[in-house]
């Protein structure tokens, strides 16, 4: 399994339905394709998306990293030797969604390499996932009437509301609207993006008290350091940290400093590699953890539900697969289909997608 090359391929895809939340908003997905190759002809694949209001990498960012430093770091080198293989991506600090690309398509390769899906090379747990549908900021109406939706087409009934506006209430009518609405046949659970200082936030949480919120994620700055550990410990729900965690030793400092005690796994900043050693620190630390989406494409959402789908741990909760239904278009042969609020994880060898080179060639924007 002697990689060969390492191929980066910018595409931008436009949303259908562009998604805002506090920290950002995302209309095109602009994200890379990256394209292992081996000796023996197999091509693995996985996507990065740039969200420089998270990790600060940029679509140009990403294709420079792999391109310049980690293509000629790992061309020559045995697919299976990850571990030697991460030794040296671990060098150059940064740039987590160029890495974790680049690891998902090493494990796709290996995948195909064995002919067994990654899901079952990761372990094997269950072929699909219950499904939560993230909504971006509107007012109360068009979120209510984008989560019946999503209800009524795809029978999703877990959503993630984005909060972290001001002035706060307008997310709380939000969410009693969506409570309203639907009762107790919905879960809900809200991320803030960093948007809140402690004290709107911890105002917020009391004036949604009676609303069963189920999750509060990122409501405030990771540099907000006592505020986030005072507001953890005045609530009953679990606080989830999401970009404040994005390695194990960053999980290991919000869980043990109290702002957090729920972390979000994203195979988009981890990959297969470092999302597994995620969850097994949250599981020997008894740290409930949700499957959470970076704005992935239906390639990234193929990844963490192959991911997700592997164990029990990841599978109690709802993962966030959904958001790719906003895009106008993709770039799988066959597209991802959520039926019955369920995503299944692909049967094939590998992450088990094919890219459609049409679409790829009419998408990309470096030719
Ligand atoms: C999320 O869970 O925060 C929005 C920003 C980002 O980094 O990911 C998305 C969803
Ligand atoms: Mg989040």
């Known amino acids: 399994l002697t990689i060969t090359e390492v191929e980066t391929i910018p595409f931008a895809i436009p949303y259908r339905k562009p998604l805002a939340f506090a920290s950002g908003s995302v209309s095109v997905a602009e994200h890379v394709l990256v394209r292992v190759r081996t000796a023996g002809g197999l091509v693995g694949v996985a996507e990065a998306p740039s969200r420089p209001f998270t990790y600060g990498e940029t679509q140009a960012s990403i294709v420079a990293v792999i391109s310049q430093i980690f293509a000629p770091a790992v061309v020559g080198t045995d697919a299976l030797h990850r571990e030697r293989i991460h030794a040296r991506l671990r060098r150059t600090v940064g740039n987590p969604t160029a890495k974790a690309a680049l690891d998902m398509a090493l494990w796709d390769v290996v995948g195909q390499a064995f002919g067994r899906p990654v899901t079952e090379l990761l372990g094997g747990y269950a072929d699909r996932m ?14 209510v009437d984008e989560a019946e939706r999503m209800r009524s087409t795809y029978g999703i009934t877990t959503f993630k509301v984005k909060v972290g506006r001001r002035p706060f209430r307008l997310d709380v009518d939000v969410c009693r609207a969506l409570r309203q609405h639907f009762g107790d046949a919905v879960e809900l659970y809200v991320d803030g993006n960093r948007g809140w200082t402690p004290s709107e936030a911890a105002r917020a949480l009391d004036a949604m008290s009676d609303l069963d919120l189920t999750l509060a994620e990122e409501l405030c700055p990771a540099d907000d350091v006592l505020g986030r550990r005072w507001l953890a410990s005045r609530t009953t729900i679990p606080t989830v940290a999401d970009e404040s965690a994005t390695t194990p030793g960053e999980v290991t400092r919000e869980l043990l400093g109290g702002s957090a005690n729920a972390i979000s796994i ?3 900043r981890t990959g297969f590699t470092d999302s597994r050693r995620v969850l097994h620190q949250c599981q020997g630390l008894g740290v409930e953890v949700v499957i959470g989406n970076q704005i992935d494409g239906q390639l990234g959402t193929a990844c963490a539900v192959a991911f997700g789908s592997a164990y029990d741990a990841t599978t109690r909760r709802a993962g966030e697969l959904s958001n790719f239904l906003d895009m106008s278009d993709d770039l799988l042969a066959e597209p991802l289909q959520i039926h019955d609020g369920t995503l299944a994880v692909s049967g094939r ?12 060639q009419h998408y990309r924007v470096d030719l």
């Open 349 to 360: 060898p590998g992450i088990g997608v094919t890219v459609d080179e049409d679409k790829l």
């Open 266 to 268: 994203k195979t988009a």
């Open 130 to 143: 219950r499904v939560s549908h993230m909504l971006g900021f509107a007012d109360p109406a068009a979120m």
